[in-house]
Every structure is written in C-alpha cells, then in structure tokens.
C-alpha cells in the first residue's frame, strides 16, 4: 500500500512551453502533498506544500506563477511548469501524506524535466 | 526554523562491513526522524524512522539511534551488502505545525563486493 505515481517519468521540452507534472496516490487519499525539486548530486529542496482543495503555500524563493500547482482532488495534484527554460531542467519529485500515516510522506518515483 | 546537517557525504565500505552515517539538528522541538534511501533515477524510499520518545530502532540490518539531549540521530547498517549502494538522506520533520520535512545534504554510499 500506499503508493505515489508520477506522471511522466521524464519529459523533454523546447524552451518556452509549458510542462504539467501528475502526481498521484493511488491506494489512499493524500490530505497533503508536497512538490520537491532535486538539481544533480544535490539534497531535495521542498518547493510548495499543497492540501486538497486549497492554495498551495510556497517556499521562499519560489514563483507561484512560474510554477502552478493544483490539488483538486485528494488523490491527484499537479504541477505545471510555466514558461519552462533550461535553468528549470531538474528532477521534480512529489510525495503524498494522508491523515491516517501520521507524519510518514509517501514519495513518488520522479520527473526527469529537460528543457532545450 | 529546523536545520539538518549529515556527514559524511560519502562513504565506502567493504561488502560485509558496517556504515554510520551521522544527523544533527537544530530545533529540539522536533519528533520525527526518518531516513530515506534514493538510487540512481528514483524517488527517495522510507527504509526506517523513529520518534523522539524512542531511542533506537532496529530493523533486520538497519538501526537508527536517537540521542535528544545531543541533538543527533544515526543510520547503522550492518553487513552491507553491494545493493546498498545508494544516497541516503535523513530528515527531520519541522515541529512548526507545516508537516514539512526538513532533509540532510545527502550520503553517497558506496559498497566494493
């Protein structure tokens, strides 16, 4: 159980367009989800912190317009990235918390973004 | 708010030897502290946390110890096996009401059959 998928597993994009990220729990229902950004050889860096059906709260430093993120059910948020350069070529990855895992986070498998 | 610190940052052993890697953090108010395993391409897997009214934990090779007064908690693995190669993160949940965690910079650990 308990279980977090992402979709797409990688994604390669011309500079300019935008890119939306699924992340999904697919065994229970995620009161909270949280959206990680991890550049190469580096630690997870948390960028917002969504709970279903409303706004998500952003980390300092991060565009709330750049980087739009949903939780409209309690099974599903998204992530879209807006306007995407090659600066936001990373690794984004999503992790999911219900109200019954107490503090455990279930992390998803990643999204490999490229920006060309 | 919560800072967490992890040495080393790699680390190599033997095939059968044990590795420690070390936490430290700052805000005493925190009471969760998992430690998450993340290979090559992946997503971070939970492989064991422990609470702040526990002092070890063990599980099969794995054991994390806790010591609140210090401010530190530890991964021990036992009889590493070349499949344990991987990074490993610890984390600390932010005692602020955020549910946020807060992660160490990482362990490259690296384990020579």
């Known amino acids: 159980g308990a279980v977090v998928s992402q979709h797409p597993s990688r994604v390669i994009c011309k500079s300019g367009t935008s890119v939306k990220i699924e992340c999904r729990s697919l065994?229970?229902?995620?009161?909270?989800m949280f959206w990680y950004r991890q550049f190469p050889k580096q630690s997870l860096m948390l960028m917002a912190t969504?709970?279903?059906?409303?706004?998500?709260?952003?980390e300092q430093g991060v565009e709330k317009d750049k980087f739009l993120i949903n939780h409209a059910s309690l099974t599903l948020s998204t992530l879209t990235v807006t306007s995407a350069h090659p600066e936001d070529s990373s690794f984004y990855i999503c992790?999911?918390?219900?109200?019954?895992?107490?503090?455990?986070?279930?992390f998803g498998p990643g999204t490999r973004l490229t920006v060309l | 708010g919560e800072n967490v610190e992890q040495h080393p940052s790699t680390l190599s052993v033997q095939e059968g030897d044990s590795a420690v890697i070390k936490c430290t953090y700052s805000?005493?108010?925190?009471?969760?502290f998992p430690w998450y395993k993340q290979e090559l391409g992946k997503g971070p897997q939970l492989i064991i946390d422990?609470?702040?009214?526990?002092g070890e934990k063990k599980d099969q090779r794995i054991a994390v110890t806790l010591n609140k007064t210090a401010k530190h908690f530890s991964l021990h693995i036992t009889e590493t096996q070349p499949e344990d190669s991987a990074v490993y993160f610890c984390?600390?949940?932010?005692?602020?009401?955020?549910?946020?965690?807060?992660f160490g910079t990482g362990t490259r650990l690296q384990v020579f059959p």
């Open positions: 992790s999911a918390r219900s109200g019954t895992s107490g503090d455990e986070q279930f």
């Open positions: 065994d229970f229902q995620a009161t909270t």
């Open positions: 422990i609470r702040s009214n526990v």
């Open positions: 984390a600390a949940l932010d005692s602020w009401g955020t549910d946020k965690l807060i």
């Open positions: 805000d005493s108010a925190s009471n969760y």
């Open positions: 969504s709970n279903e059906g409303s706004k998500a709260t952003y």
